[in-house]
């Protein structure tokens, strides 16, 4: 499987970015998919996960902000990131699960590339 992320920048505070993920060579519609971010000296966290049926999971600090949705026609993952925050800089990354607790990298079995998004106050 290859994924491949897109959608970084640079916002200032308050604004908003849309990240996307596609997938190929996978069944898309048959895994679960997350993103994860890693902000500078800290350990990658879960932000949101999507099962294959559409179920959602948020990590509390972008409940309410953070919408993760998928289209199993385009073989994508997305994450609208509305009222970003600077705590919200890091790298997102999305992954796709395998096995295990989703709130620990090492149930995912396929990660992008990572994309960079870096909020100004």
């Known amino acids: 499987v290859q994924l491949q992320a897109s959608g970084g920048g640079s916002v200032q505070a308050g604004g908003f970015l849309r990240l996307s993920c596609t997938a190929s060579?996978?069944?898309?519609?048959?895994?679960?998919m997350a993103w994860y971010r890693q902000a500078p000296g800290k350990e990658r966290e879960l932000v949101a996960s999507?099962?294959?049926?559409?179920?959602?999971t948020y990590i509390d600090p972008v409940k309410g902000r953070f919408i993760i949705s998928r289209s199993n026609v385009e073989d994508a993952v997305y994450l609208q990131m509305n009222s970003l925050k600077s705590e919200d800089t890091a790298v997102y990354y999305c992954?796709?699960?395998?096995?295990?607790?989703?709130?620990?990298?090492?149930?995912?079995?396929?990660w992008g590339q990572g994309t960079l998004v870096t909020v100004s106050s």
């Open positions: 992954a796709q699960y395998s096995d295990g607790d989703y709130y620990t990298a090492q149930a995912y079995d396929a």
């Open positions: 060579r996978i069944m898309f519609r048959a895994y679960d």
């Open positions: 999507i099962t294959s049926g559409g179920g959602t």
